[in-house]
């Protein structure tokens, strides 16, 4: 079992930023994909960034790309997620997931891919 605990979620302005944080337990972290989901009022869950085991390969949605950055401290036992310029449309509920047995050169970007979930941080971004 992989328990996630994320963190830094909060209320800010548009074109500010916040830096998630998801705290890992239970298993040997680095073993692990670690991907960002979010979900906001009335619709599905979306993917939002991975990074692999080692963090040396990384994949955003395209909304995103620019503006955030994934990023793992193995050693930490932490993933995060450094949100810029934020966006009203960026409001939602943000969760990690771990998943374990895919390549390093395997992204996986779809929430039914991912084994563990964490139980989410708000961000909602004030126009």
């Known amino acids: 079992q992989v328990q996630l605990v994320e963190s830094g979620g909060g209320l800010v302005q548009a074109g500010g930023s916040l830096r998630l944080s998801c705290s890992a337990s239970?298993?040997?972290?680095?073993?692990?994909?670690m991907g960002w989901f979010r979900q906001a009022p009335g619709k599905e869950r979306e993917f939002v960034a991975v990074?692999?085991?080692?963090?040396?390969?990384?994949y955003y949605t395209d909304s995103v790309k620019g503006r955030f950055t994934i990023s793992r401290d193995n050693a930490k036992n932490t993933v995060y997620l450094q949100m810029n310029s934020l966006k009203p449309e960026d409001t939602a509920v943000y969760y990690c997931?771990?998943?374990?047995?895919?390549?390093?050169?395997?992204?996986?970007?779809?929430?039914?891919?991912?084994?563990?979930w964490g139980r989410g941080t708000q961000v909602t971004v004030s126009s």
């Open positions: 990074i692999n085991w080692s963090g040396g390969s990384t």
């Open positions: 239970g298993r040997t972290f680095s073993d692990y994909a």
């Open positions: 997931a771990a998943v374990s047995g895919y390549s390093s050169s395997y992204l996986p970007r779809t929430s039914g891919q991912y084994t563990y």
